[in-house]
């Protein structure tokens, strides 16, 4: 390298969280198109299972806060939840958002975009594996399994995507305050995942340091404002998850991450 030139640093992920929700209801197509256009290398979405089984993508186990639906999730089928709006408690111009279905999504995000499907931990039904045989069976019936992360803050979850789909990376949430004291590395291993997420909270030296040492991807979410985003990075994280990608992106850009 010449001499005086600025060292390229590593390249980080820019991980749009639901989306561009800053921008667009959270959890839609739209907010999928607009964090495209950023553009961001991954985005981030919620899974949970209609009452026909169906992978569709919403953060909340119930209706109330992003729709003008009531009640669970899981109490409605795909074609029930498809008459809700998603869009209009965001604002009235976006009225015309449907909860989308997981393989929608996937239609609408073409290569080279990356997407870290988390299934929420209410969508799990100990000792059945449901939801991760369902999503396991898209992503391979799509091949799709080197673009898409599976990660949930149940490990029991990701544990059983990793053994009926090994070829799916996966990656252990930190839940607060459940997993305080443990280190990334054995959480990660339990679950046989490749990577370690947690918020801006959690985030320390000490827990990327046992994370990377041990061959783990880490990411971090909850970055919205430039100070927040540049401690993640002096940390050393591999991922950024934002709700302002485009805030993000720039200061990626000013240190030569992207
Ligand atoms: O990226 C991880 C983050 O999405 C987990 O929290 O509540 O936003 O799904 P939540
Ligand atoms: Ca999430």
């Given amino acids: 390298m010449t001499e005086g030139a600025p060292k390229a640093e590593k390249r ?3 991980i749009g969280h639901r989306g561009f929700p800053s921008k667009a209801p959270e959890n839609t197509l739209v907010s999928f198109r607009l964090a495209l256009e ?13 009452k026909d089984r169906h992978i569709v993508v919403i953060h909340d186990a119930t209706l109330e806060r992003t729709t ?7 109490d409605h089928t795909l074609a029930a ?9 965001f604002a ?8 989308p279905e997981l393989a929608e999504v996937f239609d609408a995000l073409p290569e080279p975009t990356l997407v870290n499907v988390e299934i929420k931990s209410d969508a799990v039904r100990d000792g059945v594996d449901l939801i991760e045989r369902l999503l396991g069976e898209l992503i391979v019936r799509r091949h799709l399994e080197t673009r898409v992360l599976v990660s949930s803050f149940h490990h029991g979850a990701v544990g059983r995507m990793k053994s009926l789909f090994p070829a799916i990376e996966t990656g252990v949430l930190y839940a ?4 305080m004291g443990k280190k990334p590395a054995e959480l ?8 370690f997420i947690c918020s801006r909270r959690e985030a320390s030296e000490r827990i990327v340091k ?3 040492d041990n061959g783990l991807k880490v990411i971090v979410y909850g970055l919205d404002t430039p100070e927040h985003i540049n401690m993640a990075l002096d940390l050393g994280t591999d991922g950024v998850v934002s709700n302002v990608p485009d805030v993000a992106s720039e200061v990626l850009k000013a240190r030569n991450l992207r």
């Fill in 68 to 74: 003008n639906g009531h009640g669970a999730v899981r």
């Fill in 176 to 179: 607060f305050p459940r997993d």
């Fill in 81 to 89: 939840l498809k008459q809700l709006d998603a869009g209009s408690w």
């Fill in 210 to 212: 046992n994370a990377q």
């Fill in 38 to 50: 950023v553009p961001v290398d991954m985005v981030e979405l919620d899974v949970h299972l209609s």
């Fill in 12 to 14: 980080v992920l820019l």
């Fill in 188 to 195: 990660a291993r339990l679950a046989g995942a490749e990577a």
């Fill in 92 to 99: 009235h111009s976006f009225g015309e958002e449907r909860i």
